[in-house]
């Protein structure tokens, strides 16, 4: 049986470092996933189910002023219409709350 050459074992080697950090990369897009759909669970049961009302109306307040601001697309922003009650698609958005100093 022939021995492979220092050459084709470190391409072997390399090849194997590549579809490792290929997996690595991989699993913590899938936890980084994982974290926001769990802390935006969390969110959404403290405003429809939270026992402290002041908290559950002063998230919702927060949440109505952020999120028009950090959600981008069009489509985004109809997801979370009913938290942030914004204009129908094709809207101009700049009325909604633009007397605050």
Excluded: C, Y
Excluded at 24 to 40: I, S, Y
Excluded at 46 to 59: S, T, V
Excluded at 73 to 88: Q, T, W
Aim: aromatic letters at 4%.
């Amino acid at each position: 049986m022939a021995r492979k050459s220092i050459e084709e074992r470190l391409a072997q080697l390399d090849a194997q470092r590549a579809a490792l950090k290929a997996r690595l990369g991989k699993q913590e897009r899938a936890n980084d996933t994982r974290r926001k759909v769990l802390l935006g669970a969390l969110v959404l049961h403290r405003l429809e189910h939270g026992k402290d009302e002041e908290f559950a109306r002063r998230l919702g307040e927060w949440l109505k002023r952020e999120l028009p601001d950090f959600l981008t697309r069009p489509g985004d922003k109809e997801l979370f219409a009913d938290l942030i009650g914004n204009a129908p698609a094709g809207e101009t958005t700049g009325s909604a709350g633009g007397t605050a100093a």
